[in-house]
T-cell receptor, first 115, second 112 residues
Framework: AQSVTQLGSHVSVSEGALVLLRCNYS??????LFWYVQYPNQGLQLLLK??????LVKGINGFEAEFKKSETSFHLTKPSAHMSDAAEYFC?????????????FGEGTQLTVNP | GAGVSQSPSNKVTEKGKDVELRCDPI?????LYWYRQRLGQGLEFLIY????????KSGLPSDRFSAERTGESVSTLTIQRTQQEDSAVYLC??????????FGPGTRLTVT
């Protein structure tokens, strides 16, 4: 079975500062990894995903994440935070088609951006 | 429509009543998932449909929960004899290409 741990349920940064949201996973098979963002009263929007190939993946809104197998991590970063980045972020893992690509989510990290 | 839609957006019901939640998938998406999001928590998988195959019901928390989908069309999630612990946002997601899931806006269920 797979699991996801997001370190820090709340992260606060200043506008223009680096954003770093941490995600560690466990999986018995090569994982597929995702970051989703959820704005208030909205559904989840896919930010980026890693399936195979290049371990540094770029997503929407200037976010990127790096898959590090040795550290079982998939941390999300953005060089310069904008006020509009304030939202909840979820890391998720899937083990692919054999289990119907169901996603296992972390508990989320609420990002606050201070002016 | 362009995205996944869900109805109603909000539902308040009394304990013990049955509720039915609806999900309209993106046209052509064969996979459909239901998740539950309790306040302040991540999403829990409930059930998965893939085309005409038997659904994966392994995430349903009790026999009060059931879901249906005919082919690649609309899905309904039914909760019978609702309890206060059923209060949550119920999210539907559909998938076409491998591994990508597109989420609807959710139905916020409040059981009083």
């Amino acid at each position: 079975a797979q699991s996801v741990t997001q370190l820090g349920s709340h992260v606060s940064v200043s506008e223009g500062a680096l954003v770093l949201l941490r995600c560690n996973y466990s999986s018995s098979v090569p994982p597929y990894l995702f970051w989703y963002v959820q704005y208030p009263n909205q559904g989840l929007q896919l930010l980026l995903k890693y399936t195979t190939g290049a371990t540094l993946v770029k997503g929407i809104n200037g976010f990127e994440a790096e898959f590090k197998k040795s550290e079982t991590s998939f941390h999300l970063t953005k060089p310069s935070a904008h006020m509009s980045d304030a939202a909840e972020y979820f890391c998720a893992v899937s083990v692919g088609e054999t289990s119907g690509s169901r996603l296992t989510f972390g508990e989320g990290t609420q990002l606050t951006v201070n002016p | 429509g362009a995205g996944v839609s869900q109805s109603p957006s909000n539902k308040v019901t009394e304990k013990g009543k049955d509720v039915e939640l609806r999900c309209d998938p993106i046209s052509g998406h064969t996979a459909l998932y239901w998740y539950r999001q309790r306040l302040g928590q991540g999403l829990e998988f409930l059930i998965y449909f893939q085309g005409n195959s038997a659904p994966d019901k392994s995430g349903l928390p009790s026999d009060r929960f059931s879901a249906e989908r005919t082919g690649e069309s609309v899905s309904t999630l039914t909760i019978q004899r609702t309890q206060q612990e059923d209060s949550a946002v119920y999210l539907c997601a559909t998938g076409g290409a491998r591994y990508e899931q597109y989420f609807g806006p959710g139905t916020r269920l409040t059981v009083t």
